[in-house]
């Protein structure tokens, strides 16, 4: 009876790290600008399981107020294994009331199924009056 309990742990062990894998990458095209001035944040994002998943990025600055993401469209996808979001071009504005400032800005890869970050990136911003 331990070792049929023993089993049934393993299982939900091991179906419970499965799920869908991928990764991001991302790009800011000038890691220090102008206040007010615009800079652009290239990202592409991959599907590394073994089947179709879906998947959005999620772009989080770290003061919204100063650092404003624009983006044309929802970035939410439907991919296939290996299968890439390709080169997506995010429009990133920030602003600063001191001599300078570095604001950071987080941009994840999410699971729509169930909402876990399957990876992340991390990338710095430096704004000068």
Known sequence: ???????????????SGCG??????ADLEKNSIKSGSTTTLTINGKNTGDSVANF???????????????????????LDPNEEIGDKIINVQAFTDYTS?????????????????????????????
Do not use: A, H, W
């Open 1 to 15: 009876m331990r070792y049929f309990i023993f089993l049934i742990l393993i299982s939900l062990v091991l179906l």
């Open 20 to 25: 869908p894998t991928g990764n991001i990458t």
């Open 56 to 78: 959005f990025v999620r772009i989080t600055p770290e003061d919204s107020t100063k650092v404003v993401v624009t983006y044309p469209r929802p970035l939410e996808y439907t």
């Open 101 to 129: 400032t570095t604001y950071n800005i987080l941009v994840e890869l999410v699971n729509s199924e169930d909402g876990k970050v399957v990876d992340k990136s991390l990338k710095q911003i430096t704004v000068n009056k």
